[in-house]
């Protein structure tokens, strides 16, 4: 188990969360307790099943715990209702997937657009919002590019902007540069790194690279559902 | 970008698969509005029918006709307007394809009886005075290229010989209901050679047309007019004017029947096709919704999205199958044998029908998908390889 001293923007406590497999239970996390304040950057490592990834979700309100507290920015999110909970992560969270995630239909700019059509923002300040996140990637010539027309890294890097678009409270980042190769891994870090620096992202990242965990504030390693550093 | 254009690009996304899916739902549809344009042509002489007419005939068939006589004894019942009779006179004319309705009528009363036949004032005129004359809808006038005064020539087949007759009058359909291609002339012509050739036969008419003062008695005057000829030889059997055409339409009865089980059936094939396209789409998209769920689009997205997609679809479909149907029933009308409906017209009823149809497809073929698509948690949707 770990804590913070700072004031935390996210307050685990006491979470634990099992799936069911066929009538077995599997426990997935045990009674896990830490805080995040805000600006941290947070690195999860650990072993496949660890219990990472489902960390993750919960604290990005995609999933559920069976028992505990979640809290982030002082809401409750266990005890939001699905359509209260789906615009609390419309606007705290943007969430960074392993595989991208990009809609194929759709090109850079309507990707990193998606998250704002949620919001009541003008069509000039849309644009706005996404040139400049865009730019701020690296991709600001590449909004017309379809995602089967970038490489792995530039997915990524559309991924990140359409993450930070609507200007979350947090980021939560799933194995950000588990699918690229070395360069773009060291590219999309310093990204991220940039994002908590300039920025003051507050960001959780899960991975396996320990080059990335360099990055990271923080490392915190997870073993069989329980915190053991 | 609105939410409108995820959901064209999402249906432009397999672009053969959208084409053939709005295809088959556009040939189904037309499919669909060409049987119920045939059987809306069936029902339309049910629909034209006039409430305040009954229909005296013989109890036993229509085939079996009726006294002359019998005219003043209806004429007396009370709440009886007016009474006119009518004959089937069937026969040829040119050949046997031309088929239209040729019907022996008592002249001084029969158009005041059934006033959408308009026929001008000096034509009826003339109609009247004139034995050997006759009537024909304009459509007649047209198919045949005959005008006023021309000579028409029937061989008759119920009522053996040739027989000849002169255009007087060319009426005109009040409404889209009335059938505009009959042919009417004088019963007395028939009578007058009958009485001659087979005088047994003389003196007889087809059926009666009673006009009533009240729609509301019709029950009534019906039950006393055929309570009149109760155990006599030529025993009645009144009823209204849609009851008497509807039991025409039950000789087709399971024709249309059938007809009408069959557009249906369609409607459900074009469910299936639909369904079976929203299935593998949203199948293929179960990862997709997952990453909006966590974006924080809503339930209410999640249905707008598929639900948009399968009613775009379906719109799709049924505009292509009303844009193949409409050149489609015209050209059927074309080439049909001349006669078998004289009004074959696209209803706008039928075109309501069809879109109703296709609403109705579109929300019942994605209801499984959006079903699936909500109940699939995001960590679910997630693990799931595209």
Redesign the interface.
């Known amino acids: 188990m770990a804590a913070s001293n700072s004031t935390p923007l996210i307050e685990v406590k006491e979470v634990t969360k099992s799936y069911h497999r066929d009538n077995i239970e599997i426990p997935v996390l045990r009674e896990i307790t830490l805080n995040v304040p805000k600006g941290e950057f947070l690195a999860f490592m650990g072993p496949s099943g660890s219990g990472k990834t489902t960390l993750l979700?919960l604290i990005?309100g995609?999933?559920r715990p069976d028992a505990g507290l979640i809290k982030v920015d002082g809401t409750d999110i266990a005890r939001l209702s699905?359509?209260a909970l789906?615009?609390?992560?419309?606007?705290h969270?943007g969430?960074i997937?392993q595989f991208y995630?990009l809609?194929?239909?759709?090109t850079a700019y309507?990707n990193v657009?998606?998250?704002l059509?949620?919001t009541r923002l003008s069509r000039k300040e849309k644009r706005e919002h996404v040139e400049m996140t865009l730019k701020l990637v690296g991709l600001g010539d590449r909004m017309d590019h379809y995602p089967k027309q970038l490489s792995g890294g530039q997915e990524q890097r559309v991924a990140i902007a359409?993450a930070i678009v609507t200007d979350p409270t947090i980021l939560l980042a799933d194995e950000p540069t588990g699918d690229l190769d070395k360069t773009s891994a060291t590219e999309i870090m310093t990204l991220l790194d940039r994002l908590n620096k300039e920025f003051g992202k507050t960001i959780v990242m899960v991975t396996h690279d320990p080059r990335a965990a360099e990055k990271a504030h923080k490392v915190m390693q997870l073993d069989k559902g329980e915190l053991t550093a | 970008?609105?939410?409108f254009?995820?959901i064209t690009?999402?249906i432009?996304?397999h672009k053969l698969r959208s084409v053939l899916t709005i295809l088959g739902i556009g040939i189904a549809v037309t499919a669909f509005i060409v049987l119920q344009t045939v059987v809306e042509a069936w029902y339309v002489g049910i629909e034209g029918a006039a409430a305040n007419r009954l229909i005296a005939r013989h109890a036993v068939s229509f085939i079996f006709q009726l006294p002359l006589a019998y005219e003043q004894k209806i004429a007396a019942v009370p709440g009886v307007e007016r009474v006119t009779y009518a004959n089937w006179f069937s026969g040829v004319y040119i050949d046997k394809s031309q088929f239209f309705a040729r019907l022996a009528v008592e002249a001084e009363d029969f158009f005041q009886v059934y006033p959408e036949l308009l026929v001008p004032p000096d034509q009826m005129e003339t109609f009247k005075r004139e034995r050997n004359s006759c009537i024909i809808g304009e459509q007649i006038a047209q198919r045949y290229n005959l005008k006023l005064g021309d000579a028409m020539t029937v061989e008759g087949d119920i009522y053996p010989g040739e027989w000849q007759f002169i255009v007087r009058g060319i009426y005109k359909p009040r409404d889209k209901m009335t059938d505009p291609s009959n042919m009417f002339f004088h019963w007395q012509y028939v009578d007058e050679r009958m009485r001659i050739e087979t005088p047994q036969r003389a003196g007889k008419i087809g059926w009666y047309i009673v006009q009533i003062k009240d729609p509301a008695q019709s029950a009534q005057v019906s039950l006393a007019i055929d309570e009149l000829f109760k155990n006599s030889p030529y025993e009645t059997k009144t009823e209204t004017e849609r009851a008497f055409q509807q039991g025409f339409l039950a000789s087709a009865g399971a024709i249309l029947t059938a007809m009408n089980f069959i557009s249906f059936v369609i409607i459900g094939i074009i469910m299936l096709v639909l369904g079976n396209t929203m299935i593998m789409s949203a199948r293929e998209r179960v990862?997709?919704y997952a990453?909006?769920?966590?974006?924080?689009?809503?339930?209410?997205h999640i249905v707008g999205l598929i639900g948009g997609e399968a009613l775009t679809i379906a719109a799709a479909g049924g505009l292509t199958g009303f844009a193949l149907a409409v050149p489609l029933v015209s050209a059927f009308e074309e080439f049909m044998p001349k006669g078998w409906f004289p009004v074959f017209d696209l209803q706008p009823v039928t075109v309501v029908y069809a879109a109703v149809a296709a609403l109705c497809v579109g929300i019942a073929s994605s209801l499984f998908p959006i079903y699936r698509a909500l109940n699939t948690?995001?960590?679910n949707g997630?693990r799931q390889i595209g």
């Open positions: 979700n990005a995609i999933d699905e359509s789906a615009q609390w992560r419309s606007s969270v969430f997937f995630n809609l194929p239909v759709l309507e657009e998606l998250p059509l949620l359409r | 970008m609105k939410i254009k995820l690009k999402n432009l996304r990862r997709e990453v909006l769920k966590t974006l924080g689009f809503s339930a209410g948690s995001i960590v997630l």
